[in-house]
């Protein structure tokens, strides 16, 4: 069976099939590493003989490799606008390459945790997503990956300043890895400034999920390293690494106290939200995100069964206005229309929910 | 206040005061509200400070001489400037005195310790070689030594083999 942009767009995405996570409050890993061919100009600088080349020795390249030998070859140009979107709601393609010339194009493996992207910014942006807190995983697949292009690929490397990249940022490791994090005990003690700070002074970097203002919708951020150039990956990975276990474990503590200082907070936050999503009948796209990561909070707490955050987590994705648009098979939705399907949505899966169970809550 | 601060990328007045922490060095932005706005600061998913203070940083004369050209690419400073990337790998060398200094702002270190492209370089060195010797094969044909050209022939064949190429000839 083929694989099309359809199909795939149909299907679960590895952010939304979060089965038997191993820690709650990291929803996805993601690693990306930026290349370039020696002797080509960058894509933004490039004529479109030259992008036309580059794709075609750079998508040879990708397709002999082990793990996207039946991927998807989507040239970008032949995306309509809602298949670009759903594509970057789903976080496998970049804002910048949905927007960008002739010549640019992603391969996407079928588990559609692995995609590179040809001509974004970089000749090649190769990039591992992976459900949970798996970091150390997901670097070493994207090692293996990035090995066997080399192989085929001539790379433009200097040995003083490393893989070099269209921007100096990316410059030296070429390695961009990130965290998506559910906060909402932090956001709702008001701590998540001082975790800001605190984070950046670290060389590490916090934005919201899809960007829709600092006070990231459903308290999910992303965090990610600052600096490529003079560290290691291994070095990099590794200070994320913990610097990502102590948020963890700043966000269960104020999951702890929040339960202890104020027991009726939470539990009537919660509640309200549940509600909401199972009787509201006008719902946008960020208060969806809001009452979704309440919810989620309450499986985490034990309100709901554990079973509950899989749904939750393919929600925050399907609650996207891309996907909203997709699921009506219409070519286009007014955004009050938009607010109605969506809260459809949400009301017939929040009426397969169990009722909350609030008795002494337990964590984890 | 007596002078209200100025935007750093333009002459307006500054409304958006920005301060972020890289690498225990303090830095600060000050910028008026368009652009901010053209910047991406408003929009955190996109925006990223290193990029700022890269093109904060090169705005007032650049230290490299204006007529300085990327000779693969014919990018100049001011293309640098005005986009904060580069136009191609070569440019790396073009506009090092440029770079230079904006790298200990920007990362952890200014030497790349991490990962090298090994397969690569290998691949590099061999087709060099091999051209170098080709080169050498052809002048000791022309000049009639062939004893020369006999061994320069055989090491060729090693290289190849060691390439892993098949001789087109």
């Not at chain 1, 080509?40 to 036309?52: T, Y």
């Amino acid at each position: 069976m083929s694989l099309t942009v359809d199909s795939l767009i149909s299907s679960p995405a590895e952010l939304t099939d979060n089965r038997a996570s191993n820690c709650a409050v990291v929803l996805m890993t993601r690693i990306r590493l930026a290349r370039n061919l020696a002797n080509h100009s960058f894509p933004g600088r490039a004529n479109e003989a030259e992008r036309q080349e580059v794709l075609e020795i750079c998508q040879g390249a990708v397709l002999k490799t082990r793990p996207l030998k039946r991927g998807l070859l989507v040239a970008v140009k032949e995306l309509n606008p809602l298949q670009r979107q759903i594509l970057v709601e789903r976080h496998l393609i970049s804002r910048e390459l949905s927007e960008s010339k002739s010549g640019s194009a992603a391969v996407i493996n079928k588990d559609r945790n692995v995609s590179v992207m040809i001509n974004e910014e970089d000749h090649l942006r190769i990039q591992v997503l992976r459900n949970g807190f798996q970091l150390k995983k997901a670097w070493t697949t994207i090692n293996n990956l990035d090995s066997a292009l080399e192989k085929e690929l001539d790379y433009a490397f200097s040995a003083e300043l490393g893989y070099l990249t269209a921007c100096p940022t990316n410059l030296g490791t070429g390695l961009r890895a990130s965290a998506m994090m559910h906060l909402p005990a932090l956001v709702i003690a008001g701590q998540m400034e001082k975790v800001v700070r605190a984070v950046n002074q670290l060389g590490m970097v916090v934005r919201g999920l899809f960007g829709e203002g600092s006070d990231a919708s459903g308290s999910i951020f992303q965090i990610s390293n600052q600096t490529t150039l003079g560290e290691s990956e291994k070095d990099i990975v590794n200070r994320l690494q913990s610097v990502l276990e102590s948020i963890v474990e700043h966000e269960l503590n104020a999951r702890a106290k929040l339960l202890e200082d104020e027991p009726a907070k939470l539990p009537d936050k919660v509640g309200r939200a549940f509600g909401i999503l199972s009787h509201g009948h006008v719902i946008s796209s960020s208060e969806a995100m809001n009452l979704l990561s309440l919810v989620r909070l309450g499986v985490d707490v034990g309100y709901f069964p554990e079973s509950h955050r899989v749904t939750i987590d393919r929600l925050f994705i399907e609650a996207q206005p891309g996907h909203i648009l997709f699921g009506s098979g219409k070519a286009e939705l007014k955004s009050d229309e938009r607010d109605r399907l969506r809260a459809d949505g949400l009301r017939s899966e929040f009426a397969k929910f169990s009722t909350p169970g609030y008795q002494s809550p337990g964590l984890n | 206040m007596a002078s209200p601060l100025k935007c750093d990328l333009c002459s307006n007045q500054a409304t958006v005061h920005l301060t972020q922490i890289v690498n225990h060095k303090v830095h600060k932005v000050d910028l008026c509200e368009s652009c901010a706005q053209a910047k991406g600061v408003t929009d955190p998913s996109g925006f990223s400070l290193a990029d700022l203070l890269l093109k904060a940083s090169l705005n007032p004369e650049p230290s490299a001489p204006s007529g300085l050209n990327c000779k693969q690419c014919g990018y100049t400073p001011d293309d640098f400037k005005k986009s904060g990337r580069f136009g191609c790998p070569q440019c790396y060398e073009t506009f090092s005195n440029l770079l230079e200094p904006m790298l200990n702002n920007m990362h952890k270190g200014t030497a790349h310790t991490g990962k090298i492209p090994e397969r690569a370089l290998e691949r590099k060195t061999l087709h060099d070689r091999l051209h170098k010797l080709e080169t050498e094969l052809d002048d000791a044909i022309k000049s009639e030594r062939y004893e020369d050209a006999a061994k320069f022939r055989d090491e060729i064949s090693q290289v190849r083999d060691a390439a892993g190429i098949t001789p087109t000839l």
